[in-house]
């Protein structure tokens, strides 16, 4: 972090120190209304609690941190593709951004005591994904947690880009909640080969579920013992969450840990990915309360 934006609540600190697991660089973001964690690979947000208020992030607790590897929990940007490359399968999933180190840009005090903190990642252009762009990442922490993405297309060609928030929550039991805000839209079953299905009622997560709700409304509601509110502008998916006991067993930072959360992302993936022209902006932002 430059002295220019060193402030008096933000704090250079690493997974060593907050978690006993030496590895990566994060930033402390400590005032009276809330506390933040964000590591500055894939300018990953890990916890965010606001003042009297319940944790809004779950951050698995067999979490590894390692540079080059995404952390599980809190909220890893997934962009320039969602998911697995549909192209070239063997790239690695969910894009390059969350495990690349990110520049803290920006960092201030906005007056009633919110922080404004901005994130940068430029992609020059590689053989993982060829088109350069740049991403602009503002967090605003405060009594509600407010992101913003802009995202601008360098190549000389248009470049689809599909991304999303992997926001994940923390519940009671996974197996106990439900995610009201899908109903009758339609998904795409990522445990059945993506066919099309229709969301009738509220979500539950008996097992695995994966899905990829496009088109999807802008509110969703996370009923657990202090519901979750999601509100987005501009994020076309949602995509849903929660490995079950079984896939969870192969996942070694997840394990038995796998009824304390739910995925519930925003994003604009399959059908909604961006097609940017060449020097085209786009802009989509993201509410979290508690
Ligand atoms: O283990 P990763 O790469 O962080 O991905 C976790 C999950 O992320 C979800 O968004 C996907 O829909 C799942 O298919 C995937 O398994």
């Known amino acids: 972090m430059s002295d220019q934006l060193q402030t008096s609540f933000i704090r250079d600190t690493d997974s060593g120190a907050l978690y006993g697991k030496p590895g990566l660089d994060l930033l402390l973001v400590q005032t009276p209304r809330y506390r933040a964690v964000i590591a500055k690979q894939g300018a990953q947000l890990l916890e965010f609690q606001a003042a009297d208020r319940e944790p809004l992030l779950w951050l ?5 941190f390692e540079p ?15 998911g697995i490359n549909r192209v070239d399968p063997t790239k690695p999933k969910h894009g390059l951004v969350r495990t690349q180190p990110w520049q803290l840009t920006g960092a201030k ?18 053989e993982v994904f060829e088109a350069p762009f740049r991403c602009d ?27 999303a928030w992997h ?17 009758h839209t339609d ?3 990522n445990t059945r080969e993506l066919a099309r299905f229709r969301q ?5 997560f008996p097992g695995e579920v994966d899905r990829v709700f496009e088109n999807a409304p802008a509110h969703q509601q996370i009923l657990t013992r202090a519901p979750i509110h999601t509100h987005s502008d501009n994020c076309h998916s949602v995509i849903t969450w929660n490995p079950g006991p079984e896939l969870a067993a192969t996942l070694a930072d997840v ?21 940017l022209a060449p020097g085209e902006r786009a802009e989509a932002s993201l509410l979290l309360q508690r």
Not at 200 to 204: I, Q, V
Not at 255 to 275: K, L
């Open 60 to 64: 698995s607790p067999k979490a590894q």
């Open 68 to 82: 080059g590897k995404a952390v599980r929990g809190g909220i890893p940007l997934c962009l320039p593709w969602f």
């Open 109 to 126: 005090e906005l007056p009633g005591g919110d922080v404004e903190l901005v994130f940068t990642f430029r992609h020059d252009g590689s």
């Open 137 to 163: 990442f503002t967090m605003r922490l405060g009594r509600e947690l407010q992101l913003h993405l802009r995202l601008e297309n360098l190549a000389e060609k248009t470049v689809e880009y599909s991304w």
């Open 167 to 183: 926001t994940y929550f923390p519940v009671e039991s996974v197996r106990e909640i439900e995610v009201h805000g899908l109903e």
């Open 187 to 189: 998904y795409l079953d």
């Open 200 to 204: 009738e009622g509220p979500l539950t």
């Open 255 to 275: 394990d038995d840990h796998y009824g304390e959360f739910v995925c519930v992302e925003h994003g604009n993936a399959f059908a909604d990915s961006w097609q």
